[in-house]
Each structure stands twice: as C-alpha cells, then as structure tokens.
C-alpha cells in the first residue's frame, strides 16, 4: 500500500504494527502470578497534540495469551459516591462468567476473589487500582468473584463478558467476610441491600463453582 507521496506503507496485525516505519504495539500483558488466569492489560498509548490513540481489545492477541476473544455482552456502570461498593459478584455454573474490566471514569479499587474448586489460590483476593487515566484492565477467567470500591465520585466501569447476564444464576460473596478480611480502602459509604445479603464464602454452593483449569 502506498500513500498519496508514493512512499510505502506496512501493517502487520501480529502482536505489533509499523505505519511508515514506527511499530505500534498495541497492549501490554502482564499475568497475576498470585491468581493464576487472572491478567493485567495495560494500553500502549500513541500520542500527538490532539491526544492519544490505543488499542483496547485485539482477538489475534488476546488468543495468543489463551484469553477470551468472545465477548457478547458488555455493561456499564456508574456508581456516584466515594467510597461506595459494588460486589462481590459472579455467575453460576452452567453459565459462569469471563471479565475483562476496565474503569473509564474516576478510580476504582478493584478485587478479584478466587473461588475455583482445586485452584493453588482458591480462597485468596488481591486488589487492583484502575483508573480512567491509565486505562488499565484487569482480566478475570471464569470462577472469580469481583467487586470494587470507588475512590473518587461519578466511577464509571466498563465490563466486557463472555455470557450473557442470567439472573437466575447471578451469585455473590459478602463485601465484608470476616473470613476474607478484605481491607477496603475507605469506610465503606454505600453498600446495596442486595449485596448486604449476599452469604458468607463458607455458605456457598460448591456445585455451582467453576472447577479450575490449567
């Protein structure tokens, strides 16, 4: 391909790209090695004086890595007051959920809880600040539950999910498990009733938990 110069033009859509010579690489991965499955994304950002430009998602690249390239469903959420917190949430078997999680407004302090029967980290969370300026994501395989605590008014999170969303098999641990001794950021300023009812983690069903897998 050649521009209006007449100077040629190379793209390659493996792991990085050359437009007239400069390579564009276009995600960073970086495993969690405390929960296996679970990965950091972050953006390689190409910027000028108008902004920046990056590349979110790429299926040839998430493949590359065994991650999720299906993704039929995405939500967004909004959550308004500091220090409020969603979770712990995830989706029953047969239909258990995939999260690729990204927050596009504010800062979140997100937790990932292991919760795979036979899993080396099964029972442990770890904790990850994702912010809007960044736009680091955090990828989460099926098993995990999740949930957040927005360190800045007006969060907004953006989730990419591979199943669509079944009430009947929407599940949660509680926020505050003593078990778990999660340690929140901040004094917890808002929490759903819904997930104040959330059970214990030693309340759940074992047979609806996504077996780990290598």
Same mark, same amino acid.
């Given at each position: 391909?050649?521009?209006?110069?007449?100077?040629?033009?190379?793209?390659? #859509?493996?792991?990085?790209?050359?437009?007239?010579?400069?390579?564009?690489?276009?995600?960073?991965?970086?495993?969690?090695?405390?929960?296996?499955?679970?990965?950091?994304?972050?953006?390689?950002?190409?910027?000028?004086?108008?902004?920046?430009?990056?590349?979110?998602?790429?299926?040839?690249?998430?493949?590359?890595?065994?991650?999720?390239?299906?993704?039929?469903?995405?939500?967004?959420?909004?959550?308004?007051?500091?220090? $409020?917190?969603? &979770?712990?949430?995830?989706?029953?078997?047969?239909?258990?959920?995939?999260?690729?999680?990204?927050?596009?407004?504010?800062?979140?302090?997100?937790? $990932?809880?292991?919760?795979?029967?036979?899993?080396?980290?099964? &029972?442990?969370?770890?904790?990850?600040?994702?912010?809007?300026?960044?736009?680091? $994501?955090?990828?989460?395989?099926?098993?995990?539950?999740?949930?957040?605590?927005?360190?800045?008014?007006?969060?907004?999170?953006?989730?990419?999910? #591979?199943? $669509?969303?079944?009430? +009947?098999?929407?599940?949660?641990?509680?926020?505050?498990?003593?078990?778990?001794?999660?340690?929140?950021?901040?004094? +917890?300023?808002?929490?759903?009733?819904?997930?104040? +009812?959330?059970p214990l983690c030693a309340e759940l069903d074992?047979?609806?938990?996504?077996?780990? #897998?290598?």
């Open positions: 391909m050649t521009n209006t110069e007449g100077k040629s033009l190379i793209f390659l #859509s493996r792991p990085f790209a050359y437009f007239a010579g400069i390579s564009i690489f276009t995600m960073r991965f970086h495993p969690v090695r405390a929960l296996p499955g679970a990965w950091l994304i972050d953006l390689e950002k190409r910027g000028d004086e108008r902004g920046f430009l990056a590349r979110t998602f790429c299926a040839e690249e998430f493949a590359a890595h065994g991650l999720c390239t299906h993704w039929p469903q995405c939500n967004l959420t909004l959550t308004r007051q500091r220090g $409020a917190i969603r &979770g712990l949430h995830f989706q029953a078997e047969p239909q258990p959920e995939i999260k690729l999680i990204r927050c596009t407004a504010g800062v979140i302090w997100d937790v $990932a809880l292991d919760l795979r029967p036979g899993s080396p980290s099964r &029972g442990q969370w770890q904790a990850f600040e994702l912010d809007a300026d960044t736009g680091r $994501a955090l990828y989460l395989p099926a098993g995990f539950a999740h949930g957040f605590q927005c360190l800045t008014d007006d969060c907004q999170v953006f989730y990419h999910m #591979s199943a $669509a969303y079944a009430p +009947a098999l929407a599940r949660g641990v509680r926020w505050d498990d003593p078990s778990l001794a999660i340690s929140w950021p901040l004094p +917890a300023a808002l929490v759903s009733e819904k997930d104040r +009812a959330l074992e047979r609806e938990l996504t077996p780990f #897998s290598k």
